[in-house]
């Protein structure tokens, strides 16, 4: 490619601000219209410095391939199942990624009647980012005007009540208060009212008085001077609305293939487009692939051969609390993040859940390894302050705590749309926060997107017959009225039999729960669905019972029951050790 | 019991659980002359005596060394001759108020057969207790299969036959966890050592010697697990001796294990009697309960670990019977609990809590005070004073943190008093 006047001098610009960061041993060149870091730097940290000074440069994304010795980036994870169950396989779609992302495109193109498969490397939906953030659906505030993320978020935020109302899951749309430390950020107020107008956030937004958040908020500390209310914001469970697309998708025709990792793609002989996909279970063809997979979207893109940006990965950590504080915090509350140090994270504070416990997080650290889900004392030292923000929280009514990580690029912006190189590929990468509150809107769009290829290809579009986008959960048992819940039992009493006590739910539960359109496999992926196991004994009570429901109703040995996939077997071996009968 | 759905259940004293304390709550009011239902969850009575298969229970009730389960079926067999209903498989989800104070609760069970109302004069709560876990005790690293509490493991061996791990390392050193390492090592499994923060032993000298020293397993004292490795199953954990609450550097080691096992301590379950807002004890995580086990809601009474945690079983069936029996007095209007008055306990020096922490006034008889000390001692000296004069004192020997001590306080000292405090306290002396 012949590199344009303007292109050269973007890169002086790069190179700038390397020097300018000390970084002067880090190579920037043009890699097509990217930039394309490489080198060696002392530190991840130094890394991720060179990431951002190459950011906002005006190219088209930012590789950064540079080395950091001694540490180590450790490449994707890899299922242990291999088989032939894919081989020749042929979709119309094909989408990487059975997250929110994923799942989401799935359910809105299953209204069209399209062969469509979903390629999941985990035996879950919602295992990685999807399933371990915060589930709020952020007003639309945070992210900056013009950007996707701002035009996104507002979107996804209005659409989430359809999807809850169609998809059976539960929103509580109390809204969020940014609070103020000191009184002078009452002078904040006008700017916040006008970055809500531009990013169109639902309103009405309003500053409060110290008073007035107390009023809201009772039990917030003393120390607050006021706030800035923004009434839109709502809260979900993330991995139960990722299960329920999943769930409504593949009740209208969609394959979800678990286990099934996209090691490699073939492409048409002038690089143009796409023709056969290489899975752990084989070889098959699609007519579009959607590349909606998380941490990992940058190396999908260059798989497809479409290479112009690069993932970090930034790990949020968040502690769970009781659910007895529900009555403590309603609204979201936290300290807006002014200070550029800390632009690349959402705030963090105290954030309630629908389920009624209580959040604190999520922290923000820059990882190497992009499966890291590990928790570590002294990020969660950090974590605790937070708890200085609520009078009636204390360390004590900490259950559990968890990470998950952001996949974000350097530009900090989602990669939304058809690929400019590869003709029939689409990118939804990059969605790291509000990805999960824009989620409904990204979804739509990358939807639309994908039939407007289709349609290049000739292929009709058209609507899917008996398209039915109602989808029934598994009965929340104990938030039934008594009558209903009578009624339930005595119609099928395996809903009155209490396996978890500390969440009161039924065998019934965890039984529908291991037959649902995309059924649990694992002891973990039961309390997700059910939040058996999920409460304050987190499973002491249950959890031999759990395994022995899961074996006979998955007809398995005891010791086929795993926590979270193959590889994590409960179980050792049995203790009657009989000589094995002759066979 | 099949229930007839038509009629609504009405009793004088309903019991919640039916391990030890709520089997002779039952039994105790049953014998008082009152109606008495029995709710437990689980599908046999026994409560979490029917995992614990070892003997050594029932030293002081039968003076004989029973098992877990043989202890549990003497009291079971008890329960049986008398007329009390016992609804199995039955879960209890919400207490209410029932009209005003003296008419007593509304209970909604739930079962197979649907979702019932229960009334009741009284309340007897026997749930018991749980298990804290490795996050309750802030254990971080990675989160795989392969971690459990003693409780678990138990259960899993015990009652269904499996083997949670084969290269297991425990953490915390109370009686459970020091009973699972013999359990698990006897039944093929290695116990690479059993870490425990504190400096000495949380649980009985018995068990430290019977379960690790026999076995040559190592016990680590001052030393805890930081962290576990592995992202499917449990492949190591790191360890490390602890001072003043900060890992010391080059004491952090490595230990390859397939499990990790906790037994760092229990907690009372109380999550259903605080929707009535009892007082409740911060030590001991129970209500605060007067001799007759009765909470400051009126007609409701604890018992059992629910109460606070016993280290032995026979304390739990005592005081089961206490609470059995005052509610069934209560529901007959013979427990005279509106003379008198209310004394505080409260617990000083190097003690812990005292239980009861109150004392209705005037009694008679003699009452059983039960306490912990913070710190074990070789010597302290026990002075009750009423107040601000001494009616008791007592020097006990080889007092442990780990041991619950028991005195007996004759009611005959406040002679005619019907309130004021008391302070319990325990103070080192010189010998
Ligand atoms: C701690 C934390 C808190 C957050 N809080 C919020 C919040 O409150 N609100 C909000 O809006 N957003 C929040 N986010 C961001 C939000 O979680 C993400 O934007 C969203 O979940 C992204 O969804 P996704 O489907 O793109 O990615 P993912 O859920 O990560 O899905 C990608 C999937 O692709 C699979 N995959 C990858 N490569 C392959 C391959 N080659 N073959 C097969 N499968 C593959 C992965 O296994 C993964 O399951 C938070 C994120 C974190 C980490
Ligand atoms: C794991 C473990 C191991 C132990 N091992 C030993 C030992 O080896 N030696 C020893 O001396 N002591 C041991 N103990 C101490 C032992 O718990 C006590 O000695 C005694 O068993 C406690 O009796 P309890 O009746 O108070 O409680 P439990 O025996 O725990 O009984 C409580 C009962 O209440 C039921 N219940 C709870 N909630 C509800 C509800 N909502 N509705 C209906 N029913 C409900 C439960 O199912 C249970 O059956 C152990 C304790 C634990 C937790």
Redesign the interface.
């Known amino acids: 490619m012949k590199q344009t006047p303007d292109l050269e001098k973007k890169l002086r610009n790069v190179r700038r601000s390397l020097h300018r960061e000390g970084l002067s041993t880090v190579q920037a060149v043009l890699h097509e219209f990217s930039v394309r870091l490489s080198g060696e730097v002392g530190s991840w940290d130094e890394k991720v410095r060179a990431g951002y000074a190459a950011a906002g440069k005006g190219f088209r994304g930012v590789l950064n391939d540079i080395r950091v010795p001694g540490v180590e980036e450790p490449a994707m994870?890899v299922p242990l199942l291999r088989d032939k169950a894919l081989e020749g396989a042929a979709y119309d779609v094909v989408i990487v990624g059975g997250g929110v992302i994923g799942c989401g495109i799935a359910r809105e193109l299953s209204r069209r009647d399209l062969k469509i498969g979903v390629l999941e490397k985990e035996d879950d939906a919602a295992l990685q980012a999807s399933g371990r953030n915060d589930g709020m659906i952020h007003p639309g505030f945070a992210a900056a005007p013009g950007t996707l993320k701002a035009a996104y978020n507002s979107r996804g935020n209005r659409m989430y009540d359809d999807w809850a109302r169609e998809l059976d899951f539960e929103i509580k749309r109390t809204g969020s208060i940014l609070l103020y430390r000191s009184l002078w950020m009452h002078l904040l107020t006008p700017y916040f009212k006008r970055r809500c107008r531009l990013n169109k956030v639902d309103g009405p937004c309003r500053g409060l008085s110290a008073r007035q958040v107390r009023e809201l908020e009772p039990y917030v500390t003393e120390k607050q001077k006021g706030g800035f209310l923004m009434p839109s914001t709502a809260y979900v469970s993330p991995y139960r609305v990722t299960l329920a697309l999943a769930e409504n998708a593949a009740d209208n025709g969609c394959d979800f293939h678990f286990q099934t990792a996209l090691l490699g793609v073939e492409l048409s002989s002038e690089g143009s487009s796409i023709t056969h996909l290489k899975t752990n279970r084989g070889t098959l063809s699609c007519r579009v692939l959607i590349n909606a997979a998380g941490v990992w979207s940058d190396k999908v893109a260059e798989m497809a051969g479409d290479r112009f940006f690069s993932i970090h990965g930034r790990k949020g950590t968040d502690a769970i609390l009781d659910k007895?504080c529900e009555p403590f915090q309603t609204r979201a509350s936290g300290m807006p993040s002014l200070l550029k140090r800390n632009r690349h994270s959402k705030g963090g504070g105290v954030v309630p859940c629908v389920e009624g416990n209580i959040l604190l997080g999520p922290t923000a650290q820059e990882v190497a390894d992009r499966?890291d889900?590990?928790?570590?004392?002294h990020i969660?030292g950090t974590l605790v302050k937070q708890l200085d923000l609520n009078r009636e929280l204390h360390q004590g009514q900490?259950?559990?705590?968890?990470s998950g990580v952001r996949a974000a690029s350097w530009e900090e912006d989602f990669i939304l749309g058809p690929s400019v190189k590869v003709a029939n590929l689409l990118h939804a990468a990059a969605i790291q926060s509000p990805g999960f509150a824009s989620a409904p809107a990204i979804c739509r769009d990358m939807a639309r997107w994908c039939e407007d290829i289709l349609s290049e290809q000739n292929v009709p579009i058209r609507d899917r017959e008996g398209f039915n986008p109602v989808r029934r959960g598994i009965p929340r048992v104990?938030e039934m009225s008594?009558a209903d819940?009578?009624a339930l039992?005595?119609k099928d009493?395996?809903y009155?039999?209490?396996v978890c006590?500390?969440e009161?739910i039924s065998r019934g539960e965890i039984r529908d729960a291991l037959c649902s359109s995309v059924p649990a496999q694992s002891v973990d992926g039961i309390k997700r669905r059910v939040r058996a196991g999920a409460g304050?004994?987190?499973?002491?009570?249950c959890?031999?019972r759990i395994?022995?429901i899961m074996a006979r109703e998955m007809d398995i040995p005891?010791?086929g029951v795993?926590?979270?996939?193959?590889?994590?077997?409960?179980?050792?071996?049995?203790?009657?050790k009989e000589a094995p009968l002759c066979s | 019991m099949q229930l007839n759905q038509e009629k609504q259940l009405q009793y004088d004293v309903t019991v919640v659980g039916g391990g030890p304390a709520g089997m002779a709550a039952a039994i105790a009011a049953s014998d008082e002359g009152a109606r008495v239902c029995l709710l437990e969850r689980e599908e046999k009575i026994g409560g979490i005596l029917k995992q614990c298969i070892h003997d050594g229970f029932g030293v002081l009730r039968f003076s004989e060394q029973l098992t877990g389960p043989e202890y549990a079926w003497r009291y079971a067999q008890e329960l049986g001759r008398r007329p009390v209903d016992v609804l199995t498989r039955t879960f209890l989800t919400s207490i209410e108020k029932n009209g005003s104070s003296r008419d007593g609760y509304l209970l909604k069970i739930v079962n197979s057969q649907g979702l019932s109302r229960l009334e009741t004069r009284t309340l007897v709560m026997a749930m018991g207790c749980r298990e804290r876990t490795d996050r309750q005790v802030f254990i971080h690293g990675e989160r795989p299969a392969g971690i459990f509490t003693a409780g678990q493991a138990q259960d899993l061996i015990n009652l269904k036959g499996y083997l949670p791990g084969k290269r297991c390392v425990i953490l915390g050193s109370g009686d459970i966890g020091l009973i699972m390492a013999q359990r698990l090592t006897l039944e093929g499994a290695s116990v690479e050592g059993l870490y425990e923060i504190g400096s000495e032993p949380s649980g009985l000298n018995r068990n430290v010697s019977q379960c690790l020293e026999d076995y040559g397993i190592p016990l680590h004292l001052n030393s805890t697990v930081l962290e576990v490795q592995g992202r499917k199953r449990v492949e190591a954990v790191t360890v490390a001796r602890m001072e003043r609450g900060i890992p010391v550097q080059d004491t952090v080691r490595t230990v390859p294990c397939d499990s990790l096992i906790l037994s760092v301590g229990l907690i009372p379950e109380n999550e259903m009697l605080q929707s009535l807002a009892p007082q409740m004890d911060e030590r001991t995580r129970g209500p605060r309960v007067n001799q007759y086990m009765e909470t400051s809601c009126p007609g409701v009474f604890s018992c059992g670990n629910a109460l606070h945690v016993n280290d032995l079983v026979d304390y739990v069936s005592q005081s089961g019977e206490t609470a059995g029996r005052a509610a069934a007095l209560y529901a007959s209007n013979r427990s005279g609990g509106d003379r008198g008055g209310e004394a505080e306990l409260t617990a000083a020096g190097n003690l812990s809590y005292v239980l009861p922490q109150k004392l209705r006034l005037p009694a008679e008889g003699a009452v059983p005070l039960f306490f912990r000390v913070n710190k074990s001692a070789p010597r302290g000296k026990l002075t009750v004073t009423h107040e601000g004069t001494v009616i008791l004192e007592k020097t006990f020997r080889w007092l442990k943190a780990a041991e619950m001590e028991r005195l007996d306080l004759d009611l005959s000292v406040f002679s005619g008093s019907n309130g004021g405090s008391v302070a319990v306290r325990m103070s080192e002396e010189g010998s």
Not at chain 1, 536 to 541: I, N, V, Y
């Open positions: 994870s007895r499966e889900y590990s928790t570590d004392a969660f900490i259950i559990s705590y968890y104990r008594e819940r009578d039992i005595r009493p395996a009155g039999d209490i006590r500390c009161e304050r004994c987190h499973g002491g009570f959890l031999p395994i022995a005891l010791t795993t926590k979270k996939g193959p590889g994590s077997q409960i179980l050792m071996e049995s203790t009657k």
